[in-house]
């Protein structure tokens, strides 16, 4: 069993940026691809970015890119969400997810994940 735990949300400014990190116990990170995904009141969790084990490889979701940055830091075992230029339609919780798979693929849809953090608060004001 992995435990990850997300922190860095907080309210910002339209315009502003945050950035999220998803702390995994142990050394386990460096095995697995990691992803955030989000999920707005009354609207289905989504996909934001995935990167692989390694970190040579990163995906984002159109609503995403050019914007927001995954990265990963294996020695500290931690995961980042680097967002800018944030919207009043980022504005979710967002949680860290991990894939033990031995193949990237890469993994858009959460039923591929096997371990789940708790979840941050983005809000993001206009």
């Known amino acids: 069993q992995v435990q990850l735990v997300e922190s860095g949300g907080g309210l910002v400014q339209a315009g502003g940026s945050l950035r999220l990190s998803c702390a995994a116990d142990?050394?386990?990170?460096?095995?697995?691809?990691m992803a955030w995904f989000r999920q707005a009141p009354g609207k289905e969790r989504e996909f934001v970015a995935v990167?692989?084990?390694?970190?040579?490889?990163?995906f984002y979701a159109d609503s995403v890119t050019g914007r927001f940055t995954i990265s990963r830091d294996d020695a500290k075992s931690t995961v980042y969400l680097q967002m800018n230029s944030l919207k009043p339609e980022d504005t979710a919780a967002y949680y860290c997810?991990?894939?033990?798979?031995?193949?990237?693929?890469?993994?858009?849809?959460?039923?591929?994940?096997?371990?789940w953090g708790q979840g941050t608060q983005v809000t993001v004001s206009s």
């Open positions: 142990g050394r386990t990170l460096i095995m697995l691809h």
């Open positions: 997810a991990a894939d033990r798979s031995l193949t990237y693929r890469p993994s858009t849809g959460s039923a591929a994940y096997d371990y």
């Open positions: 990167v692989s084990r390694g970190g040579l490889s990163t």
